[in-house]
């Protein structure tokens, strides 16, 4: 453990929220906000996305490089064998559902039984070949516990996960009872290559804090999912579905509009923290909405139209588009995945990206261990005398 003795006047000035400052390197991905584009490892995610699998993409996470077919069906292969969740997890899931349903706490819970479970052994002490394994089991049961989650708030018994059906089909299985047609296989799989990683956000810099430490794998996924539940961070495609509900019609675009600005609400589903052009991400999606086609479709391309346009006029030199979470819950609502599984949807497949964070971080041997600039009252001060009890 590298223990941080730079002098205090040696120290480096950085923006509030350590915005813009390069805190690690990394091979996985990169976001470049500026030309709406990003990548994992060489390749572009949205061509990704658009021509393959999500076995394949998460194979590339991490391989580093896209599987052979050999390769790919064994991968395949032990991704199913891992999704059955052990004995000992059920009565948890049961436990962890709640009066007022929150899918992400219920996982994070879970999973922290689940390490106990599983025996995990710090990432300081286990070989790469065994944290791997653990990376790849987490991730393969998390879809399961999320799924089982719902079923279970819902009244209804878990469905076992199907070994001969890929992640995006067997996802929409477990959580409707029905096989799903190909058409929304193939929308969720997008979506779900879509959303793999992206960037050194605030979930996947505390993944790699903790796991700087040398902890199990779980504590460090934990962490990432507990920041990505803070409402600044986590996605909200329900709620920017929500706003399609509320606006009704599109002649009550620019009266709602409107009135959200003049009342300083944030209008759900545009704008990005990086991105100054199209998020890539949203065009994926709508392309894939059209697909589908329909009046809800029609509807939404309207309101996103309307919604730059007007944001164009009334924040004049802003660049605000729509975002990831706009057509996700467009495209999760025409593959008959229920709104309060939308955000969980994002979590079965940022856990392959959180984790592959988490493997990479290992492997540096180095802890994370930035300095804060002390703004309390001066020091040393006399202590006063303490009133003694009587």
């Known amino acids: 453990m590298t223990i941080n003795t730079t002098p205090i006047d040696e120290l480096i000035e950085v923006p509030a929220g350590l915005r813009g400052v390069i805190a690690a390197e990394t091979r ?36 580093g490089r896209l599987p052979e077919a050999a390769e790919l069906d064994e991968f395949t292969n032990t991704v199913a064998r891992l999704r059955k969740l052990p004995d000992e997890l059920l009565p948890v899931l049961a436990a962890a559902t709640g009066a007022e349903f929150r899918p992400m706490i219920g996982l ?19 070989d790469p070949a065994t944290c791997g394994r653990d990376a790849l089991r987490l991730c393969a049961m998390t879809p399961t516990i999320l799924a089982a989650l719902h079923r279970l708030h819902r009244g209804l018994e878990p469905i076992e996960p199907q070994p001969n059906l890929s992640t995006a089909a067997n996802w929409i299985y477990q959580l409707t009872g029905e096989l799903p047609d190909q058409r929304a296989v193939r929308a969720i799989d997008r979506y779900l ?13 505390t993944a790699r804090v903790v796991a700087s430490t040398g902890a199990d794998i779980a504590s460090a996924l934990i ?85 730059v346009e007007l944001l164009a006029e009334l924040k004049p030199g802003r660049s605000i588009y729509a975002n990831v979470e706009f057509y996700a819950g467009v495209v999760m609502e025409l593959c008959g995945i229920p709104r309060p599984m939308f955000t969980p949807t994002f979590a079965v497949s940022r856990v392959i990206g959180w984790t592959a964070n988490i493997l990479e971080q290992a492997d540096t041997g180095k802890i994370i261990r930035p300095a804060a600039r002390y703004i309390g009252p001066a020091a040393p001060q006399p202590v006063p005398p303490v009133v003694s009890r009587r």
């Open 108 to 126: 994070r819970t879970a999973l922290s039984m689940l390490a106990s479970v599983l025996d995990l052994p710090p990432l300081w002490d286990a």
């Open 193 to 205: 290559v879509a959303t793999i990683d992206h960037g050194f956000n605030a979930s996947t810099f």
């Open 223 to 307: 962490a990432a999912i507990g920041a990505f539940t803070g409402p600044l961070h986590g996605g909200a495609p329900d709620r920017a579905l929500e706003s399609l509900d509320e606006i009704g019609t599109p002649d009550r675009i620019d009266d709602w509009v409107r009135a959200k600005i003049r009342n300083g609400d944030r209008i759900m589903g545009f704008g990005h923290a990086v991105y100054r052009t199209d998020d890539p991400r949203s065009l994926l999606l709508r392309e894939t909405a059209l697909e589908f086609g329909g009046a809800r479709v029609d509807f939404a391309t309207t309101v996103e139209r309307r919604v």
């Open 28 to 63: 996985l991905s990169d976001v470049r906000g500026s030309e709406g584009f990003y990548h994992y490892r060489q390749y572009s995610a949205i061509e990704l996305a658009r021509g393959c699998t999500f076995e394949q993409v998460w194979f590339l996470m991490l391989e």
